[in-house]
């Protein structure tokens, strides 16, 4: 029997070749070599559908409720898991629509939240999101308070996995963007040559050490 444990990698990304999934692909490889079993989850290439539907939509007086196939499979997938990792570009300072819609429709009443003993407790979670912003940006601790409310404590915690995390990965366009204190939306320098190299092999291996950390191997 395998006996390894699974860490299920979950990207949010609508193109193949995208950074999102390409330091999703890296999370992956980084589990593996330590020791866990991957479960590649891409929502896109899956052609999961984030609507909430009539099927999925929690019966409050019916905790034990039987969901749409689709959803009962992906609540399998998240059973089957020991380690969650979300990798996703950062949208609004939270996460794109189709990996908003699969928390909706999947963690749901009576799978995930409803119960008296979560199912989901013991699990550990990393949220990796890619900012736009760069690190100096003073949007910056507001956009992380945002998330970390908003993700590791309104889902995470709500769904009784207590070891969770977001990190971030800044500055992915190579072009930081902001709003200046006049409400000007301005562009910084363009990285360009061995300069851009060197900042994308850097998130690289960023996101790495998040792994690392995460998993108490740093
Ligand atoms: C709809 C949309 C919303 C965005 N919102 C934010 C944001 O709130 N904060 C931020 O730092 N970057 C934001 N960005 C920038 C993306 O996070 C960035 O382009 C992405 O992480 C780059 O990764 P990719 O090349 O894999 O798409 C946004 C981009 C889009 C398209």
Redesign the pocket.
């Known amino acids: 029997m395998d006996t390894d444990p699974t860490a299920l990698v979950v990207v949010a990304?609508h193109?193949a070749g995208?950074?999102?999934?390409h330091i999703a692909g890296l999370i992956a490889k980084r589990l593996e070599a330590a020791g866990y079993r991957i479960d590649l989850m891409d929502l896109h290439g899956e052609g999961f559908d984030p609507n909430m539907t009539v099927a999925d939509q929690p019966d409050w007086n019916d905790r034990d409720k039987v969901y749409s196939e689709e959803t009962r499979a992906h609540m399998g997938r998240i059973l089957a898991a020991d380690v969650i990792v979300p990798v996703f570009?950062?949208?609004?300072?939270s996460v794109p629509a189709i990996m908003k819609g699969w928390i909706d429709r999947v963690w749901n009443y009576g799978f995930s939240y409803g119960r008296s003993k979560p199912r989901l407790a013991g699990k550990r979670m990393l949220w990796m999101g890619?900012?736009?912003?760069g690190a100096d940006?003073p949007?910056v601790p507001v956009?992380k308070e945002n998330m970390d409310r908003g993700l590791r404590d309104a889902i995470s915690f709500y769904n009784g996995i207590t070891e969770a995390a977001v990190e971030v990965l800044?500055d992915?366009?190579g072009e930081p963007q902001y709003v200046d204190e006049d409400g000007n939306f301005t562009k910084g320098e363009a990285l360009v040559g061995a300069e851009r190299e060197a900042h994308f092999a850097a998130l690289e291996n960023e996101a790495v050490e998040h792994v690392e950390k995460f998993l108490g191997l740093a």
């Open positions: 990304h193109r995208s950074l999102t999934a570009p950062i949208y609004w300072q890619l900012a736009g912003a940006d949007i956009m800044y992915t366009e």
